[in-house]
Structure formats: structure tokens, C-alpha cells
């Protein structure tokens, strides 16, 4: 280095010093007193050189542009010799001040926590200077006291650290194919108590020889998503609002239209959009949880599969592995399937499997059915929808079990197709004689109802005093007519089933006609579980084979529902 460039750096070092403490001027005042507490004691003088002052700096990057834009720059590109900077202007400033020559710059302990950078990206560390990343933290180790090494002190405790692990969060998407590695993280003087496993967090720090070291971590808060004014979706809500339910019939036909008529297997397609559209990121409420039950299992499990991709996140467990947190011999806290699937769903699968094993099946009911996971002792709220299927019950035992079920999910969602094989047969031969044809019965493509439901999540739904009323009502005259069909959570179930039917047709307070649509659905559940009940008129079920038939189908039911509740009342 001849004598020129060493010049260039002393006088670029005295710039950062000037700026640095053009940006610390309103807070020096308090540092030097605070250091002056830490130093100016009764001690002796060998006592006094093993004090230390620890100062955090929140650092933000855009707001310090205002004072220096070389300063900001300086700690992107070298961050250790920006921190290394601030300590030498904190000591600088420290012994001037106190008159105190013997306090030495390693008793100044500096940790910069800057903020996110612009356009942090998904789990992409880079090798040199300043970055930051976002991603989902799946697995952490307990808080640990740690030690670093100094010239002047051999060894000193200077914090908590905690080692962890972030994925990128496309990697628990069902649409995407890539695969992710984690990325390895050391939390330095990060309180173990904000960090939450399957949240979203961006981590700002430095990639060093030991790994990648956190200089700040924080949660991440996601951007309202808004619709596509050219988004097909619009117009065709706009082409059916005469009714308050054909346009909710349409986007649940376009589930699994590749595999099956759009109106079969219309009643659990109805329960996977709706859970869809119960999730919202300014709610603890617990999503619609799905049980699917029919003769057959394989239209459930391709259904939920194509459902899924919609969704933010969808996790499918390993079956045996532990469903809330795993704690290993190692000392890792790793996150459960219900954590990693937040905002999203958790697909479980075929419940037989879970029903015969105790442990996972009951913590999985219980986390259900309380709408909380049990993390250390802590509760955190359900944000995940669990969905899964079981073929129809066969044996009383079964029936039984059946019965707990549904006092958890609240009702199981219907994989008959009713009266439509001859739709479905014709639907398969246009598939295979026609593909373009049969591929042509809308505009709506994946991306559309992907943004849609996901825009949905930013949607604040209220039920007024006439909503609640008849969802009530309904409570009371079938657990009149019916006392051992409704379970106690139903009337939150079908609370609900009416928020999300309200958010699909992007309401923000329920009608009621979305109650309607709700008992409706219930109502065909139930009696399709328990029989119709002989006390009371069977209620006309809203078996459609096409949509134009949507609307007076309901209509009917609501006429039935009118009077199902005035004829309870009186008889009460």
C-alpha cells in the first residue's frame, strides 16, 4: 500500500468518524452518562478495567441518507469497519468527556442492529458486506450464554446466543417445484421470546468464515395483496350479481376442473374454497378445518391437492413425526406441521392412519379443536387449516369415533356426486376425444384464483345483529328437533362458514344469504350423517347440475329455513 492510497483511507475513516457522529450528536449526551455510571465507581483501578459499557445502535440504512450517503454506503459494503468506527467515536467521546484516559476501546462493547434493507430477497446470502434475507424459521436452539475472546480480558460473557434455521417460505408452497436449502443463522443478544417458529422473518447481518451472523431480526409484515382490475375473476363476479350465490358455485367449479365435471363432488369443492377464504392475517381466529368423508377417498385426495396450490403455504406432514414442536436430544426446537403451514394448510392426509395412532391423533384434535398449539408451555394461535379425509364408517365403532370428528371439525364435507355421472362420463370422453374443448369453458386460469384468494386474506368480514340472530336460532331448533346431531361448536362453525362465504363475494358484513349458504351446506351434512330427522320437513338439499339452477335451489332453502326456526320457537 504506497503512501498515497493509505492517505485515502485515514481521510475516508475520518469522514465516517464525522458522520457517525453527526448522527449520534442528540444521543451522545446520554451515552457518556450512562458510560459515566458504568465507569466512574468506587472500585479499584484493576476493577475498573473489567467494566464494560454495551451500547445498542438502531442503525436506519434509508433515514441516514439524510446525513450521509457515504455513510450508509460504508455500512452496506464494510460493516465491520462501520461498527468498529462507532466504537472508536463512542470511546473518543467517553474519555474526553469523563477526563478519563485509562478507559480502554475493547471495554466498549457496540452492536449496530440496522434495519431491513430495500428489496430483501427469499433466502439469498450474500458473501461480501451488508444483507438481508426472508425466511421461515423451522428450527432454533434453547438460548445459551456464549464467550468471545479478547486481548486484553482472556474470556468474557457478552450475551445470549441462539442458532437457527430459515427456509425460503416458496419452499412450502404446493404450486412450487424448486427445492430449498436452509440457511444457517447465529443470533447474537436476540431475545428468544420474539422469535416464533413457522413465522416469517427478515434477518439483516454478515456472512462470516462460521456461518451467516444476525445483526438484527425482525418479523416480516407482508404487503396487502390487491386484485387485478383485468383479472377475469372480476368480471365474472360482476356477470352474476343478481344472485348472492351462483358467483361462489363458479369459483369452486374451477377446483380439479381438469380431473372432474365442474359441478361434481360440489359440496367438499364449496368446503375447500370456504376454508380457503377463512384465513385472514389481522385475525387469531382458527381457519375452517376440512374433514372429507365418502365411500371412496380418491376424490378427496386429488381435490385437496388441487385446492392446496392456492393456498400461501401447504405442508404435508410425515406421517409418525410430531405435528406441534420437536424437541430432539440435540437441544433443537423444530417447528410442527400446524406451525409451518401458518396462513396456509395443513394436509394431513387419510385420517385412518391418525385415528390408530393415540398421541398424534389427539394432539391434533386438541390443537383443533382449542384453536391454540402448545409451544413450551406457551399457547400460540392455530393459523393453519387442517384438512383430511376417511372413508364413510362402516362399523359402530367407527361411528363413534365418527361422532368425535365431527364435535372437532364441526361437520364432514361430502365427496357424492349425486345425480351427475352422466356429466361426469361426458366430461371424460370431451377430455380425451377433445382436450381444447373441453379446456375451454373459462378464462380463469391458476394465477387468477391464486391472487384472488390470497387478496381475500386482507378482507375484515362482521355479522350484524340479524346474521347472528338466525345462526342462532337455527342452534336452538336443532338441538330441539335434533339434540344429538349438533355438536356445541357449531355455531362458530357456521359463523365461520358465513365470514368466508361474505369474504368471497368481497363483503365486508355478512348477509343473510350467506347464513343461508352456510345451514345449507351444513344441513346436507348432517343429513347425510345422521338421517332425516321425522319431527320436522326434511329440508330440499341443493343437489345442481348446473348453475343456472343455483339460485332457486337456495331460494327454496330459505324458505325452509324460515319456517324450520318459526316452528321451533313456537314449539318452545
Given at each position: 500500500m504506497d503512501e498515497s492510497e493509505k492517505k485515502r483511507n485515514l481521510f475516508k475513516m475520518f469522514l465516517l468518524k464525522k458522520y457517525i457522529?453527526?448522527?449520534?450528536?442528540?444521543?451522545?449526551?446520554?451515552?457518556?452518562?450512562?458510560?459515566?455510571?458504568?465507569?466512574?465507581?468506587?472500585?479499584?483501578?484493576?476493577?475498573?478495567?473489567?467494566?464494560?459499557?454495551?451500547?445498542?445502535?438502531?442503525?436506519?440504512i434509508l433515514q441516514s441518507t439524510d446525513t450521509s450517503g457515504y455513510m450508509s454506503q460504508s455500512v452496506i459494503r464494510e460493516p465491520l469497519v462501520f461498527k468498529n468506527a462507532v466504537r472508536e467515536v463512542i470511546h473518543l467521546c467517553v474519555t474526553t468527556l469523563l477526563h478519563n484516559t485509562k478507559i480502554n476501546v475493547s471495554q466498549i462493547i457496540v452492536s449496530v442492529i440496522p434495519s431491513t434493507l430495500p428489496g430483501a430477497g427469499d433466502c439469498v446470502v450474500h458473501t461480501e458486506g451488508l444483507c438481508s434475507f426472508r425466511g421461515v424459521l423451522v428450527e432454533h436452539t434453547v438460548a445459551k450464554k456464549y464467550t468471545e475472546m479478547s486481548e486484553n480480558i482472556q474470556h468474557r460473557s457478552t450475551g445470549d446466543l441462539i442458532l437457527a434455521r430459515f427456509i425460503n417460505e416458496h419452499g412450502l408452497q404446493m404450486c412450487e417445484t424448486k427445492t430449498y436449502a436452509a440457511v444457517l443463522v447465529k443470533l447474537t443478544e436476540i431475545n428468544s421470546d420474539v422469535l416464533e417458529l413457522g413465522s416469517v422473518y427478515n434477518v439483516t447481518g454478515i456472512q462470516t468464515q462460521h456461518g451467516f451472523e444476525a445483526w438484527n431480526c425482525v418479523r416480516h409484515v407482508p404487503r396487502p395483496i390487491t386484485i387485478n382490475t383485468a383479472n377475469p375473476i372480476l368480471?365474472?363476479?360482476?356477470?352474476?350479481?343478481?344472485?348472492?350465490?351462483?358467483?361462489?358455485?363458479?369459483?369452486?367449479?374451477?377446483?380439479?376442473?381438469?380431473?372432474?365435471?365442474?359441478?361434481?363432488?360440489?359440496?367438499?369443492k364449496m368446503g375447500l374454497l370456504l376454508s380457503l377464504a377463512s384465513h385472514n392475517r389481522r385475525s387469531n381466529f382458527a381457519c375452517i378445518p376440512v374433514l372429507a368423508m365418502g365411500e371412496d377417498t380418491l376424490e378427496a385426495a386429488?381435490?385437496?391437492?388441487?385446492?392446496?396450490?392456492?393456498?400461501?403455504?401447504?405442508?404435508?406432514?410425515?406421517?409418525?413425526?410430531?405435528?406441534?414442536?420437536?424437541?430432539?436430544?440435540?437441544?433443537?426446537?423444530?417447528?410442527?406441521?400446524?406451525?409451518?403451514?401458518?396462513?396456509?394448510?395443513?394436509?394431513?392426509?387419510?385420517?385412518?392412519?391418525?385415528?390408530?395412532?393415540?398421541?398424534?391423533?389427539?394432539?391434533?384434535?386438541?390443537?383443533?379443536?382449542?384453536?391454540?398449539?402448545?409451544?413450551?408451555?406457551?399457547?400460540?394461535?392455530?393459523?393453519?387449516?387442517?384438512?383430511?379425509?376417511?372413508?364413510?364408517?362402516?362399523?359402530?365403532?367407527?361411528?363413534?369415533?365418527?361422532?368425535?370428528?365431527?364435535?372437532?371439525?364441526?361437520?364432514?364435507?361430502?365427496?357424492?356426486?349425486?345425480?351427475?355421472?352422466?356429466?361426469?362420463?361426458?366430461?371424460?370422453?370431451?377430455?380425451?376425444?377433445?382436450?381444447?374443448?373441453?379446456?375451454?369453458?373459462?378464462?380463469?386460469?391458476?394465477?387468477?384464483?391464486?391472487?384472488?384468494?390470497?387478496?381475500?386474506?386482507?378482507?375484515?368480514?362482521?355479522?350484524?345483529?340479524?346474521?347472528?340472530?338466525?345462526?342462532?336460532?337455527?342452534?336452538?331448533?336443532?338441538?330441539?328437533?335434533?339434540?344429538?346431531?349438533?355438536?356445541?361448536?357449531?355455531?362458530?362453525?357456521?359463523?365461520?362458514?358465513?365470514?368466508?362465504?361474505?369474504?368471497?363475494?368481497?363483503?365486508?358484513?355478512?348477509?343473510?344469504e350467506d347464513v343461508v349458504a352456510a345451514i345449507a351446506f351444513y344441513e346436507e351434512s348432517i343429513q347425510r350423517v345422521f338421517g332425516v330427522c321425522d319431527l320436522s320437513t326434511p329440508p330440499p338439499l341443493n343437489h345442481v347440475a348446473d348453475l343456472t339452477q343455483v339460485d332457486a335451489g337456495m331460494r327454496l332453502f330459505e324458505r325452509w329455513l324460515q319456517n324450520y326456526v318459526t316452528t321451533a320457537q313456537t314449539i318452545a
Open positions: 457522529l453527526i448522527y449520534l450528536n442528540n444521543k451522545m449526551e446520554d451515552i457518556v452518562q450512562r458510560a459515566g455510571a458504568v465507569f466512574q465507581t468506587e472500585l479499584g483501578k484493576n476493577d475498573r478495567q473489567h467494566n464494560f459499557f454495551f451500547y445498542e445502535m438502531h442503525f436506519d368480471t365474472l363476479c360482476a356477470s352474476l350479481a343478481y344472485s348472492p350465490w351462483m358467483f361462489t358455485y363458479a369459483l369452486a367449479a374451477q377446483l380439479g376442473r381438469h380431473l372432474y365435471c365442474p359441478m361434481s363432488f360440489m359440496h367438499l386429488q381435490l385437496m391437492q388441487c385446492a392446496s396450490q392456492y393456498a400461501v403455504r401447504c405442508v404435508y406432514p410425515t406421517f409418525g413425526q410430531p405435528v406441534l414442536v420437536h424437541h430432539r436430544k440435540d437441544g433443537w426446537l423444530e417447528a410442527g406441521p400446524l406451525l409451518l403451514a401458518q396462513g396456509g394448510v395443513c394436509a394431513l392426509g387419510d385420517w385412518d392412519k391418525y385415528r390408530r395412532a393415540d398421541k398424534l391423533g389427539f394432539n391434533i384434535r386438541a390443537a383443533i379443536e382449542s384453536g391454540n398449539i402448545n409451544v413450551d408451555g406457551s399457547n400460540m394461535p392455530l393459523q393453519s387449516a387442517v384438512w383430511t379425509y376417511w372413508r364413510t364408517p362402516r362399523t359402530f365403532k367407527e361411528k363413534q369415533q365418527l361422532q368425535a370428528l365431527i364435535n372437532v371439525f364441526g361437520m364432514p364435507f361430502l365427496t357424492e356426486s349425486h345425480d351427475n355421472y352422466e356429466s361426469d362420463v361426458d366430461f371424460h370422453v370431451a377430455k380425451h376425444t377433445s382436450p381444447a374443448i373441453a379446456d375451454a369453458s373459462t378464462t380463469i386460469t391458476h394465477a387468477h384464483l391464486r391472487e384472488f384468494l390470497q387478496a381475500l386474506n386482507e378482507y375484515d368480514v362482521a355479522l350484524n345483529a340479524e346474521t347472528q340472530s338466525l345462526i342462532k336460532h337455527y342452534f336452538v331448533a336443532s338441538r330441539t328437533y335434533r339434540p344429538a346431531c349438533l355438536p356445541v361448536r357449531a355455531v362458530g362453525f357456521l359463523t365461520g362458514l358465513t365470514e368466508a362465504h361474505a369474504r368471497l363475494n368481497q363483503r365486508q358484513y355478512a348477509l343473510i
